[in-house]
């Protein structure tokens, strides 16, 4: 599918502007009128954007018109495309094609700018005391420097461990559960890889 041209992208950000500002969509007209062009003009717009999947209209009656969210989201920059990584293999980058399962889209209001992030899915409930329950998706800001008591993705045994994060003595790290039945991880700090620290977290229900 071709790419929106400058002028469509323009005019697609002041659709979805005008409907988050009003609650309903413009006119063809109110179109027209923004951006000092025919009626033909602005009716040429729209029927390119419904082709190229960004606005669908069940008829051509007046306000009826309505943003395909996702793909407005993503194509005017206001969301983000993390990825939910899956099982580690020894040697081989945490963001690399072989382990990306999916894609989660978030707001990137809810993100820093100038950050990588990446989404684990949550096994077991050995973070519970935190509020992080199984099944939940951990979104991770990308790093390899964490802070005493932040809650950290580590790698351990080649295997993703959620928990929280303290440096001890004899350059040994100690990764503690948020459930008393789980008793705290000491492990030598070579053989601990840090991945990132926690940024949110991202429920569904059923």
Request: cysteine-free.
């Amino acid at each position: 599918m071709k790419e929106l041209t400058k002028r469509q992208k323009e005019v697609l950000s002041f659709i979805a502007g005008y409907i988050k500002k009003h609650s309903y969509p413009p006119t063809i007209r109110d179109i027209a009128d923004h951006f000092t062009m025919s009626v033909k003009g602005a009716y040429d717009h729209v029927a390119a954007l419904k082709r190229k999947n960004y606005l669908k209209q069940n008829d051509n009656r007046s306000r009826t018109m309505e943003l395909v969210q996702s793909r407005v989201d993503e194509d005017l920059g206001t969301a983000a495309k993390i990825p939910i990584v899956g099982t580690v293999a020894a040697g081989i980058p945490i963001l690399s094609e072989e382990n990306i399962e999916g894609f989660i889209t978030l707001d990137q209001s809810a993100l820093k700018k100038n950050r990588t992030y990446f989404a684990v899915r949550v096994r077991g409930d050995s973070m519970s005391g935190a509020g992080i329950m199984d099944g939940d998706l951990a979104i991770i800001e990308k790093r390899h420097i964490v802070e005493n008591g932040e809650i950290a993705v580590a790698v351990v045994d080649d295997a993703f461990t959620l928990k929280r994060f303290y440096k001890v003595e004899n350059h040994r790290i100690k990764l503690v559960a948020e459930n008393p039945k789980y008793k705290p991880m000491i492990i030598r700090g070579e053989h601990v890889r840090l991945e990132g620290r926690l940024a949110q977290v991202v429920r569904y229900y059923k």
